[in-house]
Nanobody, 121 residues
Framework: QVQLVESGGGLVQPGGSLRLSCAAS????????MDWYRQAPGKQRELVAA???????NYADSVKGRFTLSVDNAKKTGYLQMNSLKPEDTAVYYC???????????????WGQGTLVTVSS
């Protein structure tokens, strides 16, 4: 069974930085693709950042230039570096991945449990 475990959320002042981690657990061969979504109170879940198998990244306009998504397959972990945080970045952040197990079983649509990011002075 493959699971994604997020960490790194918390309270930060406007202008500050946080790095979220998303660790894949289980018998993992590699993280194929990874996305990060967020959901603010009273709003729909939105896609924030995505990375393809080749390492190509895409970002929502609202975070472009401030957020960076990367995956370290040696550690089976993805990272969302968030800089210049704004109050409107406050949300629960979820990672979502497409993972190959060690037996090359493909696990599509794996979600983490979410981690809360609060940007406030």
């Amino acid at each position: 069974q493959v699971q994604l475990v997020e960490s790194g959320g918390g309270l930060v002042q406007p202008g500050g930085s946080l790095r979220l981690s998303c660790a894949a657990s289980g018998s993992i061969f590699r993280i194929n693709t990874m996305d990060w979504y967020r959901q603010a109170p009273g709003k729909q879940r939105e896609l924030v950042a995505a990375i393809t198998t080749s390492g190509r990244t895409n970002y929502a306009d609202s975070v472009k230039g401030r957020f960076t998504l990367s995956v370290d397959n040696a550690k089976k972990t993805g990272y969302l570096q968030m800089n210049s945080l704004k109050p409107e970045d406050t949300a629960v952040y979820y990672c979502h991945a497409d993972v190959f197990g060690s037996d090359l079983t493909r696990y599509l649509d794996v979600w983490g449990q979410g981690t809360l990011v609060t940007v406030s002075s």
